[in-house]
């Protein structure tokens, strides 16, 4: 396996920053953070909140990036329309992908939940093609649902 993350530890590492706090902007910051810190190989971290029906941008680590995302446009409005995670091993062969940073050529996008309703999305991208795998998709799935529990005051 190419990286071998260690997923336990990043949700340890998550539940200690979220555990005593129940403000989603600290906890999604602080979220951002740790991941940015625990993952190889990223150029951008951060999560994108449904409101109005749409998405915003959240608390993120990397460059700027676009602030509002249409449901069902690029990987992030796919993954919140649809309510599944999408991993795109290539971005430049996903329709409609939103190019945020030049130098994204792999992402990850998933859907996050707070009793049953699509609160957020977890966008991490890469400069590296094909870089995340199916054990990423899982821990970093644990690492969102873990990340929702935490946010008790998630904009609804
Ligand atoms: N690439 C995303 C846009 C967000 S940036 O990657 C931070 C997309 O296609 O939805």
């Not at 602080?30 to 409101?51: D, S, T």
Request: hydrophobic share 40%.
């Amino acid at each position: 396996m190419k990286y071998q993350t260690d997923y336990d530890f990043i949700l340890a590492q998550l539940k200690a920053v979220t555990e005593s706090e129940t403000d989603t902007i600290a906890n999604l910051a602080n979220a951002a953070a740790v991941l940015q810190m625990n993952l190889n190989e990223i150029n951008w971290v951060g999560f994108y909140l449904v409101k109005d029906g749409r998405l915003v941008l959240g608390p993120f680590q990397g460059r700027p990036a676009c602030t509002r995302i249409d449901f069902g446009k690029g990987v992030c409005g796919t993954a919140a329309a649809d309510g599944v995670t999408q991993l795109v091993p290539n971005v430049h062969e996903f329709p409609g992908h939103i190019a945020c940073d030049g130098a994204s050529n792999s992402e990850i996008v998933i859907p996050m939940f707070h009793g049953g309703k699509l609160t957020a999305v977890l966008d991490i991208d890469s400069p590296v093609f094909h870089r995340f795998t199916e054990a990423d998709r899982d821990g970093l799935e644990r690492c969102a649902a873990a990340v929702s529990r935490a946010c008790l005051d998630f904009p609804s």
